[in-house]
């Protein structure tokens, strides 16, 4: 007999999880929460090849102009969100680099695990790109709390490095 | 509410089932909690607490912090319970695989025969040793956090970094098992009430190479195995560790650890027909199919 504290809630296993995605924060609870009352002006991201070039060199990582979305505060600040993706994980997080291009908050939006033939879906890829999720596709919407494989967060850290590296190039001599 | 933070390598998740309008505090103070423990614990920090112990030669006394004393000191007691097969010091060969940067030049030995205190926060270095803390500081994290989150007056929530989970209060937490060759599935569920839960497996892939980052602390022999041991335990940081020598140790003296620490464990495995899961009040074996 179990102790009465660990109950084995499913030994019929081995179902497939297609997907699942975790949304922590909206994009407006992200502003609210990581850029408060700060006047928050989009950008249009205007940016040459060499520029991009350089980033992706810095960051290790590719540069996807269409994943971006910037934000300037009137102190200065800039509210940026933005997405990488390892093997089977798709992430969107938001961080606030002051006009010094220091890391000043981060917070992750949505995190999403698809395997198979769901990542190589145009439908699947173009959710991301518009921000919105569509209810036809399979997505698990239950409570998801996984002990397993660690997933690594070095995808997240040279996202970092590559946005970093464009405040440097780009957003600090915007006027 | 649910928050999560690139942490301790992986990914750190919160969720505070309590209705709090400082839930954003409590988040903040929390991750922040975490954050301090990853930077003194950190391999790859080199101004870790960690890296200056590594860095340090035979003969020296350190002074050093309660995290830092509260991981070491539980590392040696689980060294000596599974006889140095959990060993903290297998940090050169994890060197030596990659799985760990190369760091620092020193040989693998014994922590047990490599360190001793003095008193409560201070250490002499009896031999030079490099010591990774991979295998215990994530559920060390967890139960700070926890015990934090307590603090705050938080009734219901659960941590979670990496796979290495703890649940707090009343409502029971439904956990899924990753399957340990198919991580794309689900390999059983558990409902976690005040308990801790960590799953270790042998299998990871690190730049197209199999890694294991299962060693064993005596002979130096990794690991590999398509299994993964989940451990479920009051704490995480026992968890954690405890789900390091599962598979490691022979079936008496794993039996007889579980004992003395009134932990359970859960093997998956898998083998070419059939998949089994087994529990340690019997460790016997029940086809799932």
Redesign the interface.
């Known amino acids: 007999m179990l102790p009465a504290l660990i109950t084995v809630a499913s030994e019929q296993s081995f179902f497939i999880e297609k997907s699942f995605a975790i949304t922590y924060l909206t994009l407006e609870e992200a502003q609210a929460t990581l850029a408060p009352n700060a006047n928050l002006q989009k950008i249009d991201l205007a940016i040459s090849e060499e520029k991009i070039e350089q980033i992706e060199d810095y960051s290790g990582i590719s540069f996807n102009k269409e994943g971006l979305q910037i934000w300037r505060a009137s102190s200065g600040n800039f509210f940026i969100v933005d997405n990488v993706r390892g093997k089977h994980e798709y992430i969107t997080y938001a961080v606030v680099l002051n006009s010094l291009g220091a890391l000043q908050g981060l917070e992750i939006l949505e995190y999403r695990e698809a395997y198979g033939d769901e990542v190589r879906r145009e439908a699947w890829r173009d959710q991301f790109k518009q921000k919105k999720i569509d209810n036809n596709l399979e997505l698990n919407e239950n409570i998801i709390n996984i002990s397993g494989a660690t997933i690594s967060c070095s995808q997240i850290t040279k996202g970092i490095r590559r946005l970093l590296s464009l405040h440097n190039l780009v957003l600090k001599n915007l006027s | 509410m649910?928050?999560?933070?690139?942490?301790l390598?992986?990914?750190v998740?919160i969720?505070i089932e309590d209705d709090l309008l400082e839930a954003?505090s409590i988040f903040q103070i929390v991750f922040g909690r975490i954050e301090d423990i990853s930077n003194k614990l950190s391999f790859h920090n080199p101004a870790s607490e960690l890296s200056i112990f590594n860095s340090s030669e035979k003969s020296e006394c350190l002074t050093i912090s309660e995290d830092f004393a509260v991981v070491l000191k539980t590392s040696l007691e689980i060294s000596a319970h599974t006889g140095g097969v959990f060993n903290p010091a297998i940090a050169p060969i994890l060197q030596a695989h990659g799985t760990l940067p190369k760091l620092f030049q020193t040989e693998f030995k014994s922590v047990n025969e490599s360190v001793r205190f003095i008193d409560n926060f201070k250490i002499e270095i009896l031999n030079s040793v490099c010591l990774d803390f991979g295998g215990i500081a994530k559920g060390y994290a967890v139960d700070q956090a926890c015990f934090l989150l307590k603090k705050f007056g938080v009734k219901n929530a659960?941590v979670?970094a990496?796979?290495?989970?703890r649940a707090i209060g009343d409502k029971?937490?439904?956990?899924?098992?990753?399957?340990?060759v198919h991580?794309?599935?689900?390999?059983?569920?558990?409902?976690?009430?005040?308990?801790s839960?960590?799953?270790s497996?042998c299998r990871?892939s690190f730049r197209g190479q199999l890694n294991s980052s299962i060693v064993n602390g005596v002979s130096g022999e990794p690991c590999y195995n398509n299994e993964?041991v989940?451990i479920?335990h009051n704490s995480c940081m026992i968890a954690d560790a405890l789900s390091k020598v599962a598979f490691l140790l022979p079936k008496m003296q794993l039996e007889t650890l579980l004992e003395i620490y009134n932990a359970?464990l859960f093997v998956t495995e898998t083998s070419v027909e059939k998949?089994y899961?087994s529990?340690s009040?019997t460790l016997c074996q029940?086809p799932?199919d």
């Open positions: 649910r928050r999560s933070r690139p942490l390598g992986t990914f998740d969720s954003n659960l979670n990496g796979g290495d989970i029971a937490q439904k956990i899924q098992i990753r399957h340990p991580p794309e599935k689900i390999a059983f569920t558990l409902n976690l009430k005040e308990k839960i960590a799953t497996l990871n993964s989940t479920v359970t998949s899961l529990r009040s029940a799932l």
